[in-house]
Structure formats: C-alpha cells, structure tokens
T-cell receptor, first 113, second 111 residues
Framework: DAGVIQSPRHEVTEMGQEVTLRCKPI?????LFWYRQTMMRGLELLIY????????DSGMPEDRFSAKMPNASFSTLKIQPSEPRDSAVYFC???????????FGPGTRLTVL | KQEVTQIPAALSVPEGENLVLNCSFT??????LQWFRQDPGKGLTSLLL?????REQTSGRLNASLDKSSGRSTLYIAASQPGDSATYLC??????????FGKGTRLHILP
C-alpha cells in the first residue's frame, strides 16, 4: 500500500486566496483525521471523519476552514479566504480502528503570504 | 484543560548513550498515552502506546513508562544510534475521541 497520500506537498499562496488540500487515505481505513502543526501551537486535531461522516469538528479554528469527505478514498480541507496565520504543515491521517492507530501522511506545507 | 509538556525542546547526545525523554500532562484522567516519532518532512509514526492501566511498554531498544498519578511519562532509548535522530512527540487521549500532543523533543544523536 502506498500509505496516506497528500497533495500538494507544498503550497504557497497569497492572502485572501482559496486553498484546497487533498488527502487519499489508506484503502479500508474507516477513519480520517486532519491536523495542523505550527511551532507555536504544536500539532492540533482539526476534524475527523468516520465512514465519511464528520464526527468532531471542534478543532476547526474558524468558519474559514471547511472539510469534506465525499467518498471513502478522498477528503479535502479548504481554507477560504486564507490568511498568513494559516501558514502551517497540515497532516492527514487514516485509521482502521480509531484515534489510537493512526497512519500519517507526509503533510502539506502551506505558506500564505 | 489538558496540557502536555515536553522538556527539553532539543537534546544532543553522543552515539551509544542511553537517554530519557520526558513528557508531563496536567490532568491524570487519561485513557492512554502514546509516543510518536517524526522525521523531517514526514508524518508521525507511532512508537508505543500505553493504556492507563499499564505502567510501561517496550519495543526493541525503546521503553515507555507511565505514572498517571503524577502526570508523567518517559521514553527510554537504549544504546542510541544516529538513526534515532528525530523529533519525539508524546500525546494523551483524555478519554473521548480526542488526542492532545506535546510540542516534542528534537533529538540529535552525535556520531
């Protein structure tokens, strides 16, 4: 298996632009998690899905952030409009069982100018 | 509010030495604690998971201990190697489906 796939690996955009990050989980994994990692705040859980349904989005910082999982093999995290403080590495992880057994993707490094 | 702290933020150790990484958490009511490894430009890899009822877990040269009452965990690495250089993160699960990470200790093993 190729593992969790994230695209793009690097994204540079200007403030106010829409940003879409993509994730392909490991086949057969029913859980998908989105995280954000910054130097200041560390790694934070933003939202997670079970069987394509959002279960807990309490970590989503504000309404500019939205996440979808239209099917079992694809999820997106969208930021609209983006701001410089959104600059971070965004990780996607998937799991067959839940939050205790996650497999992380390589991350997307987002820079908002 | 649960907070997870890892001190020091960075550590350099000569190859071959045994070392201990520390993790502390403010609320002892946890479901489990997990140690992860993060290599530059990559995601996290789980190393060890300790359930709240357990005192320690071992995998190869790694040993993780948990003292829930004092809010502490340690990760012991025996006979360190240059390949152990990475950032090590500690994370607690407060009981519901949440996970709270420390900011990690960046470990550098000197050849």
């Amino acid at each position: 298996d190729a593992g969790v796939i994230q695209s793009p690996r690097h994204e540079v955009t200007e403030m106010g632009q829409e940003v879409t990050l993509r994730c392909k989980p490991i086949s057969g994994h029913d859980y998908l998690f989105w995280y954000r990692q910054t130097m200041m705040r560390g790694l934070e859980l933003l939202i997670y899905f079970n069987n394509n349904v959002p279960i807990d989005d309490s970590g989503m910082p504000e309404d500019r952030f939205s996440a979808k999982m239209p099917n079992a093999s694809f999820s997106t995290l969208k930021i609209q409009p983006s701001e410089p403080r959104d600059s971070a590495v965004y990780f996607c992880a998937s799991s067959p069982l839940g939050i205790d057994t996650q497999y992380f993707g390589p991350g997307t490094r987002l820079t908002v100018l | 509010k649960q907070e997870v702290t890892q001190i020091p933020a960075a550590l350099s150790v000569p190859e071959g030495e045994n070392l201990v990484l520390n993790c502390s958490f403010t609320d002892s009511a946890i479901y489990n604690l997990q140690w992860f490894r993060q290599d530059p430009g990559k995601g996290l890899t789980s190393l060890l998971l300790i359930q709240s009822s357990q005192r320690e877990q071992t995998s190869g040269r790694l040993n993780a201990s948990l003292d829930k009452s004092s809010g502490r965990s340690t990760l012991y690495i025996a006979a360190s190697q240059p390949g152990d250089s990475a950032t090590y993160l500690c994370a607690v699960r407060p009981g519901d489906d949440k996970i709270i990470f420390g900011k990690g200790t960046r470990l550098h093993i000197l050849p």
